[in-house]
């Protein structure tokens, strides 16, 4: 069992940075056998898989498409992953999603709420 909650979103200009946290908690902690992602969706278009950190030891991938401008993070002992965003562009407005699966699942099961990113021109 997994709980997700996003923090950070805003409104922010384009070109500017900001850095949103996923805190996780839950009967599964420490949470060694999971991977926890950051997704994020615009209405109307598929979610898009941003990147992963491996709970243990901490391993992190981010996506092609923003490894230029984003990065992952975890803080174990906070359990807090980080994506820290920079450069930003209107289009990376979408609402901001973390999620966690077991590492030998293949869906993700647990989400959370999303919080919203909005880039102004």
């Known amino acids: 069992q997994v709980q997700l909650v996003e923090s950070g979103g805003a409104l922010v200009q384009a070109g500017g940075s900001l850095s949103l946290s996923c805190a996780v908690s839950?009967?599964?902690?420490?949470?060694?056998?999971?991977?926890v992602g950051w997704f994020r969706q615009v209405p109307g278009k598929e979610r898009e898989f941003l990147g992963h950190?491996?709970?243990?030891?901490?391993?992190?991938i981010v996506a092609d498409s923003v490894k230029d401008r984003f990065s992952i993070s975890r803080d174990r002992a906070k359990s807090t992953m980080t994506l820290q965003m920079s450069s930003l562009k209107p289009e990376d407005t979408a609402v901001y999603y973390c999620?966690?699966?077991?590492?030998?699942?293949?869906?993700?099961?647990?989400w959370g709420p999303g919080t919203q990113v909005t880039v102004s021109s």
């Open positions: 950190v491996v709970w243990w030891p901490g391993t992190t």
């Open positions: 839950g009967s599964d902690s420490p949470f060694n056998n999971y991977l």
């Open positions: 999620a966690a699966r077991l590492t030998w699942k293949y869906e993700y099961e647990y």
